[in-house]
């Protein structure tokens, strides 16, 4: 029997590498997309990359672009997945304000491609969409489920709910099966350093080795529904084994604010956060969203889906993380060091 073959948009990314270690671990041959550019910014897969003399490789990257429908045209037709994960957009919920019409493109219209690349193509298979909690916005019941109205309040937002519904009248007008994983926040150590949570660990790990100063962050009251994101990629597998495609939230229900994840962070080092963080107006979003908080009950019952890792254990394997990887690269720079001055 041949193996099942899965492709991930947005594989270089935080849930792409994570879901494509699970796909490999399941039995898959996976592929990849990657924006063309001039780094390689595949640190979160080299691990597991094939060597280019692999017999056996189970893991290909290949060169498309979401703005380009001739791109995944081909790569449809040359890869036919049977299970299709769309995860690449513009993510950045803070940068949309100041790129809207790229994260209109790329995290909605983008999906809006693939989805007519797949009807286009006739390929059979089933189709993942990342969804996003922020489609709710200033909710008006907390907390959110399926049936809650979206209210976005960021180009992001707008954008991954055009994502969204285009995924739902694929499904309804052409019988595709597609489905939308509604996620709430979800972390690691593999979480992109621009991000608020990352932020903290990174800071708390240079200032315990006094390489940085200070933090400068915007919201502390903010509050989110916070998991872990190798969780996370298991209930985006769940979703496409299921006979009938469906919509789901994946959250914990639990919600805990900016400063509840700094103070966890820094009190767990032993450091008190009031030292070392100021308030910089530069991060406030243009529209705040107050709180989001998910209601997973639909994923529990037809997934078999909980979360298992806790907000304070989250934390304190991103601070232990980011501890690591710091002292890792200062160790690396002085053997550098060492070596150039025993090659003097």
């Given at each position: 029997m041949s193996r099942p073959r899965a492709l991930i948009t947005g594989i270089t990314g935080q849930d792409g590498s994570y879901l494509a270690e699970l796909l490999l671990q399941k039995g898959y041959e996976v592929h990849g997309l990657k924006r063309r550019s001039?780094?390689?910014?595949?640190?979160?897969?080299?691990?597991?990359?094939p060597d280019w003399h692999e017999?056996?490789?189970?893991?290909?990257?290949?060169?498309?672009?979401?703005?380009d429908s001739s791109s995944l045209?081909?790569?449809?037709?040359?890869?036919?997945p049977r299970e299709i994960y769309h995860l690449g957009a513009q993510t950045h919920v803070r940068v949309s304000f100041d790129i809207?019409?790229?994260?209109?493109?790329?995290?909605?219209?983008?999906?809006?491609?693939?989805?007519?690349?797949?009807r286009e193509t006739g390929i059979e298979t089933k189709f993942y969409n990342a969804a996003s909690s922020e489609m709710f916005g200033r909710a008006r019941e907390a907390p959110q489920r399926e049936t809650t109205p979206f209210q976005p309040c960021s180009?992001?937002?707008?954008?991954?709910?055009?994502?969204?519904?285009?995924?739902?009248?694929?499904?309804?007008?052409?019988?595709?099966?597609?489905?939308?994983?509604?996620?709430?926040?979800?972390?690691?150590?593999?979480r992109g350093e621009t991000f608020v949570s990352r932020k903290?660990?990174?800071a708390v790990a240079r200032i315990l080795r006094g390489v940085r100063g200070k933090l400068y962050l915007g919201n502390l009251e903010a509050r989110r529904d916070w998991g872990y994101a190798p969780e996370y990629v298991e209930?985006?597998?769940?979703?496409?084994?299921?006979?009938?495609?469906?919509?789901?939230v994946i959250a914990t229900g639990?919600?805990?604010?900016?400063?509840?994840?700094?103070?966890?962070?820094?009190?767990y080092v032993g450091l008190d956060w009031r030292r070392w963080v100021e308030i910089d107006p530069r991060y406030f979003r243009p529209n705040e969203i107050d709180v989001l908080q998910g209601d997973a009950s639909k994923a529990r019952e037809k997934l078999g889906w909980a979360p298992r890792v806790k907000f304070t254990e989250l934390v304190h394997l991103m601070v232990d993380a980011d501890v690591q990887l710091l002292a890792d690269k200062l160790s690396g720079r002085e053997e550098l060091q060492l070596s150039a001055r025993v090659s003097d």
């Open positions: 001039s780094s390689f910014n595949t640190a979160r897969v080299d691990a597991i990359l017999r056996d490789a189970r893991l290909f990257i290949h060169f498309a672009d979401l703005s045209f081909k790569l449809l037709l040359r890869v036919r809207p019409e790229y994260t209109g493109d790329i995290t909605g219209l983008g999906t809006a491609r693939l989805l007519e690349t797949i180009p992001y937002g707008c954008a991954k709910l055009y994502s969204y519904w285009m995924t739902v009248n694929y499904r309804k007008g052409y019988g595709l099966y597609a489905v939308n994983g509604i996620l709430f926040n979800h972390e690691s150590p593999r903290i660990t990174r209930a985006m597998w769940a979703m496409l084994q299921q006979p009938e495609p469906d919509d789901y639990e919600t805990h604010s900016v400063r509840e994840f700094m103070e966890c962070a820094f009190s």
